[in-house]
């Protein structure tokens, strides 16, 4: 009898066939899941109804920054194009807008993690749905999604940009337009800047000047627009509005996870006066002052990850739902294969809810170990940027162990010249 022996091609498993198949049917599953616990929670996506205020105010003519929305009497706190962007959202009815903006969500959650491994640089088939299965269930995400936030809209669209190549047409857009929407993101446009003036100092060209130029266009093409259309509104905010920081709530809410906000509870105040600014002159020099210096070595990742989480510990207000940069930060650890990544678990935790919090302030009587816990997802973004900043000293003692006696011969890993790195490609 012959006994046919396969050749490892012709023995493969379904699963190889079809390697899409397994992480697909995971993520659509903790998906379905996700949105079933949501719906049994009674989320409200209060934001979104805000959004939804907003565009029925620009539509009415009505003075948009006087407006307050649902029962909370929530304000406006955007600039007048985002409320340009709402409009459409007063044409549907408040239940099918509440399903479509969770369906849209988890479709920008999906988008997220495919960038994130473009930026990080592995890109393994079904990565991106396992990632996405995960991350749903993180606190950024999962806050995020019950109120109805834009958060996931932003980091994509800036990912995007900047996973871009260098001379692509549309490089900058993205940062401009998602500035325009909400001023955080210009610190993006901010590090462009400063990686260019670094660069021309130093005889390397200057990339990226176009693209900050085309992010600054794009930005004041859409602030343009919004004045054009909302006058009244446009010269209140970017007169008045945007320096009251206090609009949005309490400098001490556990949810305001910026330095700002762990300065309050920490001085046990809802004003943390002159130290706030100091403090966040500091990090946010430090910050893109790392980003800068990962942009010239050619790590675009870690660059723009330091600049995100500068952007979020500087920011007046960041509420734990705008930490949703946390899924790229844990997937360029991971890449890494770094012991760091460990970090994701402090957003799955939800630990900084373990604190007293509520209406009555109880975060301005905390003590040491409340403090540590609302003040977890700073810590995390302060333990990245060093981190990163520890990064060339780390790399170069790595390259001298290997080329040295104990090396067994291996070569160390050769420099990366600005100008010549992996970053003028599409990551």
């Known amino acids: 009898m ?120 592995p890109r393994r088939p079904g990565a991106a749905l396992w990632i996405a299965a995960l991350a749903v269930w993180c606190e950024p995400v999962w806050t995020t999604l019950r109120y109805g936030q834009v958060n996931l809209l932003l980091a994509v669209v800036v990912l995007w940009d900047l996973t871009r190549a260098r001379g692509h047409r549309w490089a900058g857009a993205g940062i401009g337009l998602a500035a325009a929407l909400k001023l955080t993101p210009a610190l993006f446009g901010l590090y462009l800047l400063l990686t260019a003036v670094t660069r021309m100092r130093g005889g390397g060209g200057n990339f990226p000047l176009a693209v900050v130029i085309r992010a600054a266009a794009v930005f004041c093409a859409a602030t343009g627009a919004a004045a054009v259309a909302l006058p009244h509104d446009s010269l209140r905010f970017w007169t008045s509005m945007v320096f009251e920081a206090g609009r949005v709530g309490h400098a001490e809410d556990t949810a305001n996870q910026s330095l700002r906000g762990v300065l309050a509870r920490l001085l046990q105040t809802g004003d943390p006066g002159l130290w706030w600014p100091a403090a966040a002159a500091v990090t946010a020099a430090l910050g893109l002052a790392v980003a800068v210096r990962a942009e010239l070595r050619g790590e675009r990742a870690w660059a723009a990850m330091s600049c995100a989480v500068t952007g979020l510990l500087v920011s007046p207000v960041s509420w734990s739902h705008h930490w949703v940069w946390c899924v790229p930060v844990v997937v360029l650890l991971g890449a890494e294969r770094s012991r760091w990544a460990l970090l994701g678990c402090v957003f799955a935790t939800y630990a900084l809810w373990w604190v007293p919090h509520g209406t009555s302030r109880p975060e301005l009587a905390q003590g040491g170990g409340q403090m540590a816990l609302s003040a977890l997802y700073p810590l995390a973004g302060a333990g990245f940027l060093v981190l990163a900043a520890l990064r060339p000293w780390r790399r170069s003692r790595s390259a001298s162990a290997c080329s040295g006696p104990q090396g067994g011969g291996r070569r160390s890993a050769p420099l990366r010249v600005p100008g010549t790195s992996r970053s003028d490609r599409p990551l």
């Open 2 to 121: 012959t006994v046919k022996v396969l050749a490892p091609s012709a023995a493969r498993l379904p699963s190889d066939r079809h390697p899409l198949a397994l992480p697909a049917a995971v993520c659509l599953l903790s998906f379905a899941v996700f949105w079933a616990a949501q719906r049994a929670a009674g989320v409200s996506m209060i934001d979104l109804l805000v959004y939804r205020a907003e565009g029925q105010t620009v539509r009415a003519g009505a003075d948009l920054y006087a407006m307050r929305a649902t029962e909370a009497r929530l304000p406006t706190t955007y600039p007048p194009f985002a409320a340009l962007l709402f409009t459409p959202l007063t044409l549907v009815g408040v239940p099918v807008l509440r399903a479509l903006a969770t369906a849209a969500n988890l479709g920008l959650l999906l988008a997220l993690a495919h960038l994130s491994l473009r930026l990080a640089g």
